[in-house]
C-alpha cells in the first residue's frame, strides 16, 4: 500500500462549471446529455458530456447524484448504511443530489468573519457555500467524472480510479462542489467524490447502552458503504476496481487514515493507495478527547426524539 501525505493550504481550483437542467443543454459550455446508459447493479443510469474550455482537454462523461446506499432516513437515522434499492428505468444524473444535514459557516459580516479567518479562506468559503443550501437527510449519494468513451461502445477502458473525501471539520460540506472534471480529463481518471453523514448524524456516538462499545461513526460507515459502491460498479464507468486511490482533505484526510487502520475495511480490497492532504490521525484535532463527555451531553438531551426533522434535531442537541 502507497501511503502519500501531502500538506495543502487549501485545496487548488474549484473549477465548477454549472450546467443548466434543459435538454439539449447550454451550448456555450458544451455540455450535452450522453447518447449512451450505463448498467449499474442497481439500474440504469444516463449521464452528460461535458468538454472543458482548454482545447488540451478531452470530454469527460459526468454522473451526479448517484445513490449508493439506501436514504439514512426514519428507523435508518443513527443506522449503519443499507444498501441501496434496484431502480427501473433509466435515471438522469444531472442533478446533484442534496447535501447532508448541517450548520453553515455565517460569513455575511465580512469584517467580523475576517477578524478570523483569511481573505483567501472567505473567497474560499465564497464558492463552496452556494452548493450547500440544498440539504436533506436523504444524502448518501456520489458524483462520477469519467473520461468520455468517444462513442466506442464496449470500449474497455480502464482508467485508475480517485475518490475525494471532502474535510471541513466532520461538520460541514458535501462532495459536490469539487468539480472532477479537469482532473478526470487531464490525468486519465475516474474521479468519484462522495456525500457522507456529517455532525450529530455523521459522528454522535450515542453509546446507548450500558456497556461501551465501538464509538458508531456512521459517517466513516457511509465512506466504506460507497467504496464498496464504486467496487461492485465503477468497471461500467471505464473504472479499474483494483486500482482505487482514496484522497482525504483536512478532516477528510483523517477519515482516509481511519480507514487505512480500521479493521471494518479489508486490506487492498476497497482501496489501493491513500493521499492525505492537511491531516491524519495524528492530527490533534481528528479525534475528541473526551467521547464520554459527548454521551453525557447526549444523555441530558433524552427529549431530542430522533422523530423531529433534521433542523430540529440538530438544534435540540446543540442547546
Ligand atoms: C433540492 O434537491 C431536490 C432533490 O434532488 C430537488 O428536487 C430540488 O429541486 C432541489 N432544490 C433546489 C432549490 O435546488
Ligand atoms: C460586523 O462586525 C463588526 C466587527 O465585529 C461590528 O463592529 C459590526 O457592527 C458588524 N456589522 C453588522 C452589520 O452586524
Ligand atoms: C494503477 O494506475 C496507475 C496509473 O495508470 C499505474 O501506474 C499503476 O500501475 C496501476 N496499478 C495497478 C495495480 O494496476
Aim: net charge neutral; glycine share 8%.
Amino acid at each position: 500500500m502507497l501511503i502519500l501525505v501531502v500538506y495543502f493550504i487549501t485545496l487548488p481550483a474549484l473549477t465548477s462549471k454549472v450546467v443548466s437542467g434543459e435538454t439539449p443543454m447550454d451550448e456555450k459550455t458544451q455540455t450535452f446529455i450522453s447518447s449512451r446508459v450505463v448498467r449499474t447493479k442497481y439500474g440504469d443510469i444516463r449521464g452528460f458530456i461535458v468538454t472543458p474550455e482548454s482545447r488540451y482537454l478531452e470530454p469527460v462523461e459526468v454522473f451526479r447524484g448517484v445513490p449508493y446506499a439506501s436514504p439514512p432516513v426514519g428507523s435508518l437515522r443513527f443506522m449503519p448504511p443499507v444498501s441501496g434499492a434496484q431502480w427501473s428505468g433509466v435515471k438522469i444524473a444531472e442533478e446533484f443530489s442534496p447535501v447532508c444535514p448541517q450548520v453553515l459557516p455565517d460569513i455575511r459580516n465580512e469584517t467580523a468573519v475576517l477578524k478570523r479567518i483569511s481573505r483567501g479562506r472567505l473567497e474560499y468559503l465564497k464558492r463552496i457555500l452556494p452548493f450547500l443550501t440544498n440539504q436533506s437527510e436523504d444524502c448518501l449519494y456520489l458524483n462520477i467524472y469519467a473520461p468520455a468513451q468517444a462513442g466506442v461502445r464496449d470500449a474497455v477502458a480502464r482508467y485508475p480510479v480517485l475518490v475525494f473525501v471532502h474535510g471541513e471539520s466532520y461538520e460541514w460540506s458535501s462532495g459536490n462542489p469539487y468539480d472532477g472534471t479537469v482532473l478526470a480529463s487531464h490525468a486519465g481518471l475516474v474521479v468519484v467524490t462522495i456525500n457522507y453523514r456529517l455532525g450529530i448524524l455523521g459522528f454522535l456516538n450515542p453509546r446507548s447502552d450500558e456497556f461501551p462499545r465501538s464509538p458508531a461513526n456512521y459517517g466513516l460507515m457511509d465512506q466504506i458503504a460507497a467504496l464498496h459502491w464504486i467496487k461492485e460498479n465503477v468497471a461500467v464507468f471505464g473504472g479499474d476496481p483494483t486500482n482505487v486511490t482514496l484522497m482525504g482533505h483536512g478532516t477528510g484526510a483523517a477519515c482516509v487514515h481511519f480507514l487505512l487502520t480500521s479493521l471494518a475495511v479489508p486490506e487492498g480490497l476497497l482501496f489501493h493507495r491513500a493521499i492525505l492532504m492537511s491531516g491524519s490521525g495524528l492530527s490533534p484535532w481528528s479525534l475528541v478527547a473526551d467521547p464520554n463527555k459527548f454521551a453525557a451531553i447526549v444523555a441530558t438531551h433524552a427529549n431530542c426524539s430522533p422523530e423531529l426533522t433534521p433542523p430540529l434535531l440538530l438544534r435540540c442537541l446543540r442547546e
